[in-house]
C-alpha cells in the first residue's frame, strides 16, 4: 500500500513533579529537604530517511507519543528523563500542524489521584503550583475505526516543516520540564520547603504528514503512453508494464546513472486522463509528487494506440498542470514523442510539428531502445547536474 498523506496524534512526554521530602537518616534527624526534580518528557522527532518511500508506518501507527519523565524521588533522587521517540519518514514529508484541534479531546478525566505526593504543597508566590496529577493524563486512543483517511483538509493547517534531506531532522514536539523538587527552594530563612514544582506539560498536536516525492525529473502522459517502459529502459527500476491503462498505481521512482557517476532520480507518476486536476482518474492524487521536479517530462503515444491524437494529448496534459498548479507549467518541459519504432508514429510526429511547431519534441522507442541516449542528456541538461 502507498501512503502519502496521513493524519498523527503527537504527543510529547510529560516533565516529572519535583518531590517534597525531607532527609532522615541515623544521626542525621533534621537533614534539610531533599525532594529531587522531575525528569523532563521525552521529544517527538521526526527525522527524513531515504531508505522509506511512503508514510505506510505512520499510517497504521498514527498515535507518536513519547514518553513521560519520571517524579523526583526522596533523598536528593532525580526521575529519570522520558526517552525520545525518532520517528523516521521518507525525504520529501511536509508536516502541517493543524489548528483548532487538540489531542487531548475534551472531557478528558484528570488522574487525580496523587499517591506518592509525600506533602500538600501550599500556595507559594513564585512556585508554579501542583494540581494534582493534571498532566499525567492517560488519553485513550482514538478509535480504531478511525484510520486517517486520504486528502485531508489543509485550509486550515499551517506548514511546519518539509524534511527533504536523508538525516533532516525536526523537533515536531518538545517534552515538558521537570519539576524542581523542594531542595531547590531551601533558603537561609525557609530552610523546610513544603512545595516542589509540577512538571510542564508537552507539547501535543494534530498534524498532517503530506509525502511530495524528491525526484529531479517528472514523467507524465497519459495511460499506455509508455512511461514505465522508458522508465526502466534508463534506470534499474522494474515498474509493472503492460498494454492496459493505469498499469502504475503509485508513483515509481527510478535512478538514471551517467557515466561521470552523476545520477538523476526520475519520477514515473500513474497516468494522467483529462480531468485529471479535478481527481479523475489516479491524477490529482499524485500530481504532487511531481511538484518539486526541475523538470518535467511530457511523454506521448505517438503511434496514437490507444485511439487518441497526439497533439489532443499533448495539449490536454498541459491543461491538467496547469489547472492543478500553474507552477507546473513554468518548468522546463521536454516533449518526448515515444512509440517512434510504429508505423504511424512518423505521420503522426510530422502533423505534430505543424500543430505544436515551436516545441522541440525529441523521438524515442522506449521499448526498442531508439533515442535514449540522447533523451537522458536532455534530462540531465534540464535538470542542471
Ligand atoms: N511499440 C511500442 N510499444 C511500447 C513502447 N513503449 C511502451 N510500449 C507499450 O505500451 C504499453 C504500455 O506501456 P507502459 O510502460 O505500461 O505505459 P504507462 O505509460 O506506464 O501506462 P500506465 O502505467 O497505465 O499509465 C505496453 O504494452 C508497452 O509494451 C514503444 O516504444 N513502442
Ligand atoms: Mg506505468
Known amino acids: 500500500m502507498f501512503i502519502d498523506e496521513v493524519k498523527v496524534n503527537a504527543r510529547a512526554g510529560h516533565g516529572g513533579r519535583g518531590c517534597v521530602a525531607f532527609l532522615r537518616e541515623a544521626y542525621r534527624p533534621k537533614g534539610g529537604p531533599s525532594g529531587g526534580n522531575g525528569g523532563r518528557g521525552g521529544d517527538v522527532i521526526l527525522q527524513a530517511d531515504h531508505d522509506l518511500n511512503n508514510l505506510i508506518n505512520q499510517y497504521y501507527v498514527p498515535k507518536l507519543w513519547a514518553e513521560n519523565g519520571e517524579h523526583g524521588l526522596g533523598k536528593g533522587m532525580d526521575g529519570r528523563a522520558g526517552k525520545d521517540i525518532l520517528i523516521k519518514v521518507p525525504c520529501g514529508t511536509l508536516v502541517w500542524k493543524v489548528s483548532g484541534q487538540d489531542s487531548l479531546p475534551s472531557g478528558v478525566t484528570v488522574d487525580e489521584t496523587d499517591e506518592d505526593a509525600e506533602v500538600a ?31 485531508f483538509d489543509k485550509s486550515n493547517a499551517s506548514l511546519v516543516a518539509d524534511l527533504t534531506h536523508h538525516g533532516e531532522q525536526f523537533i515536531l514536539c518538545k517534552g515538558g520540564r521537570g519539576g524542581l523538587g523542594n531542595r531547590n527552594f531551601a533558603t537561609s530563612r525557609r530552610q523546610s520547603p ?3 514544582q509540577p512538571g510542564e506539560p508537552g507539547e501535543d498536536g494534530i498534524y ?7 525526484a529531479e525529473i517528472g514523467l507524465v502522459g ?6 514505465s517502459t522508458l522508465l526502466t529502459a534508463i534506470s534499474r527500476a522494474r515498474p509493472k508494464i503492460a498494454a492496459y491503462p493505469f498499469t502504475t498505481l503509485t508513483p515509481q521512482v527510478g535512478i538514471v546513472e551517467y557515466a561521470d557517476m552523476k545520477r538523476l532520480t526520475v519520477c514515473d507518476v500513474p497516468g494522467l486522463v483529462e480531468g485529471a486536476h479535478l481527481n479523475v482518474g489516479l491524477g490529482h492524487a499524485f500530481l ?9 517530462v511530457v511523454l506521448l503515444d505517438m503511434a496514437g494506440t490507444d485511439g487518441r491524437l497526439p497533439w489532443d494529448d499533448y495539449r490536454q496534459l498541459l491543461v491538467e498542470l496547469e489547472r492543478y498548479n500553474p507552477e507546473m507549467i513554468a518548468k522546463p518541459r521536454i ?6 519504432d510504429e508505423a504511424v508514429a512518423a505521420e503522426n510526429l510530422k502533423k505534430f510539428k505543424k500543430r505544436v511547431p515551436k516545441t522541440p519534441v525529441i523521438q524515442i522507442s522506449a521499448a526498442f531502445d531508439q533515442g535514449l541516449a540522447e533523451f537522458k542528456e536532455k534530462i540531465r541538461q534540464a535538470a542542471d547536474i
Open 222 to 227: 497519459y495511460p499506455n503512453a509508455g512511461k
Open 194 to 196: 513544603q512545595y516542589a
Open 288 to 296: 504532487r509528487h511531481i511538484q518539486r521536479c526541475k523538470a518535467i
Open 208 to 214: 498532517l504528514l503530506e509525502l511530495r516525492i524528491m
Open 335 to 340: 516533449v518526448v514523442a515515444n512509440k517512434i
Open 121 to 151: 504543597p501550599p500556595v507559594i508566590p513564585g512556585a508554579i503550583r501542583r494540581q494534582g496529577g493534571e498532566f499525567a493524563v492517560e488519553v485513550p486512543l482514538d478509535d480504531a475505526e478511525d484510520k486517517p483517511k486520504p486528502a
